[in-house]
């Protein structure tokens, strides 16, 4: 079995200098990543991109190249946290499948890499981002190229993955402030808290 990182959610975490965040936005054409800083309560961009793949190729192979690509941006960038968003159910259960797979070797990638894996449904991104659960992939383009300080338009691809790890730093900096209680915490991560 592969060791995890060797940290506590503790106050004593939140108080590091600074943490990077690497989201995920998986899909078997398309994979976005957005790798961010979270330093004092504020987030700012390190990197972040698309991982394509050939609808010409087997699904195998594409998933071959997701999760080299997402292994190899792990060991280059050393994130502390790793976020991906949840799988949601369309009508095309097809659709559905291929995801749950780009997902799968995410995961993978993660666990080879000793992080623990958080996960968000679409809504909570778009509640952390814009305010609205029910926000359009545009409005929150516009929220993450505001909130990261960047003038370049993102794909959506991108715009979406930088919003799981904004989310997630959200997260992180509600615990930090002590909004949500320990005891609450715990609850809802019993696998993060270790004796």
Request: one cysteine or more; glycine letters at 6%.
């Amino acid at each position: 079995m592969l060791a995890q990182k060797n940290y506590q959610y503790t106050k004593e975490y939140f108080r590091q200098a600074s943490m990077k965040i690497i989201g995920i936005d998986p899909g078997t054409l398309h994979t976005g990543y957005g790798i961010i800083n979270y330093e004092q309560n504020e987030v700012s961009l390190i990197y972040a991109g698309v991982i394509n793949t050939s609808p010409k190729k087997d699904l195998s192979e594409r998933l071959k190249v997701i999760y080299d690509e997402v292994n190899q941006l792990i060991k280059i960038y050393q994130p502390d946290e790793f976020s991906i968003e949840t799988a949601f159910f369309g009508k095309n259960i097809q659709s559905a499948l291929k995801l749950g797979h780009a997902r799968g070797v995410a995961f993978l990638a993660a666990a080879h890499n000793g992080l623990v894996v958080n996960e968000y449904s679409p809504r909570e991104i778009k509640r952390a981002v814009v305010g609205n659960g029910a926000a359009t992939k545009e409005q929150v383009q516009y929220m993450i190229q505001n909130i990261l300080k960047t003038k370049k338009e993102l794909k959506f691809d991108i715009s979406d993955a930088l919003a799981i790890a904004v989310c997630h730093a959200f997260r992180l900096k509600t615990f930090s402030k002590g909004k949500t209680s320990w005891s609450a915490f715990i609850k809802a991560n019993p696998d993060r808290i270790k004796e």
